[in-house]
């Protein structure tokens, strides 16, 4: 199963995003539902050196991890939580049609409860579907 896990400051702001693990939708190489959510992840260090926040990223196979520390300047930190946000979303998205391989938590108020997965809108008949 593939998982992330969102870690958020007691005000609610996103600090620390990981992701590890395999989706198992398909083979590797093929694994539609972790191509989507690597996508995303792989997505959030360049949004946030778009806006010019501080943060940390380390990557190996497998493995993903960011975190934001609290911004000096209040509009980059405003920035950041709406790159961040999106991120977050599309991953809320993903775990909501794709629940049996890929999970997202995330923690509010650093206690380690979780808020679980955002439920991702569905769309109504003939509706376009944007490709995950």
Same mark, same amino acid.
């Given at each position: 199963? #593939?998982? $992330?896990? %969102?870690?958020?400051?007691?005000?609610?702001?996103?600090?620390?995003?990981? %992701?590890? /693990?395999?989706?198992g939708?398909?083979?590797?190489?093929t694994?539609?539902?972790?191509?989507? %959510?690597?996508? *995303?992840?792989?997505?959030?260090?360049?949004? #946030?050196?778009?806006? /010019?926040?501080?943060?940390?990223?380390?990557?190996?196979?497998?493995? *993903?991890?960011? $975190? #934001?520390?609290?911004?000096?300047?209040?509009?980059?930190?405003?920035?950041?939580?709406?790159?961040?946000?999106?991120?977050?979303?599309? #991953?809320?998205?993903?775990a909501?049609?794709?629940?049996?391989?890929?999970?997202?938590?995330?923690?509010?108020?650093?206690?380690? $409860? /979780?808020r /679980?997965?955002?439920?991702?809108?569905?769309?109504?008949?003939?509706?376009?579907?944007?490709?995950?």
């Open positions: 199963m #593939l998982r $992330a896990v %969102v870690r958020r400051d007691a005000a609610g702001r996103i600090r620390e995003i990981k %992701v590890a /693990g395999h989706a939708f398909a083979e590797y190489g694994d539609i539902v972790c191509a989507a %959510v690597s996508a *995303l992840a792989q997505t959030a260090p360049l949004g #946030l050196e778009r806006v /010019g926040a501080r943060f940390t990223h380390s990557q190996r196979p497998g493995e *993903l991890r960011l $975190a #934001l520390p609290e911004q000096a300047d209040g509009r980059a930190e405003e920035r950041a939580q709406d790159v961040l946000e999106a991120i977050v979303a599309g #991953l809320a998205a993903i909501a049609e794709y629940g049996d391989h890929f999970r997202l938590e995330d923690r509010a108020g650093g206690t380690g $409860a /979780g /679980g997965p955002q439920p991702a809108a569905r769309r109504g008949k003939g509706e376009d579907h944007a490709p995950v």
